[in-house]
Nanobody, 115 residues
Framework: QVQLVESGGGLVQAGGSLRLSCAASGNIFIINVMGWFRQAPGMQRDLVASMTTGGSTNYADSVKGRFTISRDNAQNTVYLQMNSLKPEDTGVYYC?????????YGQGTQVTVSS
């Protein structure tokens, strides 16, 4: 089993910043991809950003230029720095890791951006 512990969500005004963190532990050999998904009320869960072990990144178009993903491979930790937040960024953010061919999600952390 893989355990993911997320932190850093909260309530922020539009234009503000938040930093999410996620630490992975458990049955981990090599984490191929670490990333973040977002689910707004009544919507599907969509990719926000991801990063491979080699450092390649992928961002949703809606967050490019505002969000930055980073990871500490030695600590199996991934971060999401979110700047210039907008009300449409509101949702539950889920950490995701892919290891040994399987995908795991954390319990989610709420991010609410007020206008």
């Amino acid at each position: 089993q893989v355990q993911l512990v997320e932190s850093g969500g909260g309530l922020v005004q539009a234009g503000g910043s938040l930093r999410l963190s996620c630490a992975a532990s458990g049955n981990i050999f090599i984490i191929n991809v670490m990333g973040w998904f977002r689910q707004a009320p009544g919507m599907q869960r969509d990719l926000v950003a991801s990063m491979t072990t080699g450092g390649s990144t992928n961002y949703a178009d809606s967050v490019k230029g505002r969000f930055t993903i980073s990871r500490d491979n030695a600590q199996n930790t991934v971060y999401l720095q979110m700047n210039s937040l907008k009300p449409e960024d509101t949702g539950v953010y889920y950490c995701n890791v892919v290891t040994r061919g399987r995908s795991y999600y954390g319990q989610g952390t709420q991010v609410t951006v007020s206008s």
